[in-house]
């Protein structure tokens, strides 16, 4: 519609520049008069130029709408991410110190049963304590790897509580 406007605009022009420099060239051609402004063609000309402008108002309209939206939906989605980022660096926080705890109980054992492996009397009480001491950091790092899972899959959940209810509007 818009290049339709354009080249009527340019019709316009030329008619004039032509009309113009004919009236210089031939007084005589004068004589026959335009249009008046009021003509069906003139007012369908006009009425073409209006609702063109109209059509392009009302697409600037929708485009100024839908930035809006968009602006809105990533205003809300970077809110959501400053919060659930704030609450994964605290479950990070209690992940790590788990992690520094597990591996400092870990190695006193790891100490301790090395202690009474030397102080061992007999191959088959040392196959004891090493036993023992296996059985005990396997038993112990199943259960401090099970309670960070949990920890992780809350977080993971918490997280995308926010995000989950944003992508369904």
């Known amino acids: 519609m818009l290049r339709r406007t354009i080249i009527v605009a340019n019709a316009h022009i030329l008619r004039y520049v032509r009309v113009s420099s004919v009236k210089r060239i031939l007084p005589m051609a004068t004589a026959k008069k335009t249009a008046p402004k009021s003509s069906p063609k003139a007012k369908a000309e006009a009425h073409v130029a209006d609702?063109?402008?109209?059509?392009?108002?009302?697409?600037?309209?929708?485009?100024?709408?839908m930035a809006g939206k968009f602006g809105n939906y990533a205003e809300g989605g970077m809110k959501a991410f400053a919060?659930?980022?704030?609450?994964?660096?605290?479950?990070?926080?209690?992940?790590g110190a788990r992690n520094m705890d597990f591996f400092a109980r870990t190695l006193e054992q790891g100490v301790e049963a090395t202690q009474s492996l030397t102080s061992a009397k007999d191959p088959r009480q040392a196959m004891e304590i090493q036993s023992g001491f296996a059985k005990n950091l396997l038993s112990a790092y199943t259960s401090e790897v099970s309670a960070q899972a949990e920890l992780c899959m809350s977080a993971w959940r918490d997280a995308a509580k926010p995000f989950m209810a944003f992508a369904g509007k």
């Not at 108002?57 to 709408?65: C, I, K, S």
């Open 51 to 65: 609702s063109a402008t109209k059509m392009i108002d009302e697409g600037v309209e929708q485009m100024t709408g």
């Open 83 to 95: 919060e659930q980022a704030a609450s994964s660096s605290e479950v990070m926080r209690t992940i």
